[in-house]
């Protein structure tokens, strides 16, 4: 059978806070959608090209020096330029489905909200890095930071947290939730809020009909 398309692709993104389930929902999505034909990637940022995991690598785990915050938030938008144009726009452009684990919204939140640079600027950088193609549709997965802390500290199993991210402290977090809030707040068409506080059936159930009304 042929798969299914769309005019002009349609990109869907996935955000929340660490241990929000997003990797998971936004599988079991990839799943439904490939199984009614459609074509599907998915991808994560930062990543999704060698470049990109390269960067990746460097910025969750470099500690020789600190990493300003000026220069987190260049090599997340250098990544993210590379993933736009070499896998993102090719894809959207053949009429395919593109779900990106995490994408411009983390950076407003972490680098905006939680790290304190000018929310203008970050959008000015969000412009530009995603070379004219803004997401169809964002799904944040809201959690409060004391579940999302329950719920990776059940993924370490008492292990040391290397992440630079994840072992930040709870301050940080809590100014990375409000973030997401805000943007949904600010963006009502675009972002969508999910309570990431329930069983991963009802979760998706909400999931699925966000996505539904955008496919249709
Ligand atoms: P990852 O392991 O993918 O986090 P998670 O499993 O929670 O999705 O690590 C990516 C980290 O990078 C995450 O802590 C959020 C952070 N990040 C930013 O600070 N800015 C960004 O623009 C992006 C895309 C991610």
Redesign the pocket.
């Known amino acids: 059978m042929a798969k299914q398309t769309y005019e002009n692709g349609l990109f869907i993104t996935f955000e929340g806070?660490?241990?929000?389930g997003?990797?998971t929902q936004m599988q079991l999505i990839a799943d439904r959608l490939r199984e009614q034909e459609y074509e599907v990637v998915t991808t994560?940022?930062?990543?999704g090209t060698p470049l990109g995991e390269a960067v990746?690598h460097l910025?969750?785990t470099f500690r020789d020096e600190d990493i300003l915050p000026e220069a987190?938030l260049l090599l997340?938008s250098a990544a993210?330029v590379q993933h736009v144009r070499k896998v993102i726009l090719p894809v959207l452009k053949r009429g395919g489905i593109v779900l990106c684990?995490?994408?411009?919204d983390?950076?407003t939140?972490?680098?905006g909200y939680a790290r304190g640079l000018d929310l203008n600027v970050i959008d000015d950088m969000n412009a530009f890095a995603v070379c004219g193609r803004f997401p169809d549709l964002t799904i944040v997965l809201d959690l409060s930071v004391e579940d999302g802390i329950r719920r990776l500290s059940g993924r370490y199993q008492g292990q040391q947290v290397d992440?630079r991210?994840?072992s930040a402290g709870h301050t940080f977090h809590s100014c990375v939730r409000e973030g997401f809030l805000d943007i949904a707040r600010k963006h009502p068409g675009r972002v969508r809020v999910v309570d990431a506080n329930r069983p991963v059936e009802l979760v998706q159930a909400d999931l699925w009909w966000e996505i539904y009304h955008a496919l249709n």
């Open positions: 806070p660490e241990g929000s997003k990797t994560r940022e930062p990543g990746r910025l969750l987190e997340f993210r684990d995490r994408f411009i983390s950076t939140a972490y680098q992440d991210f994840e």
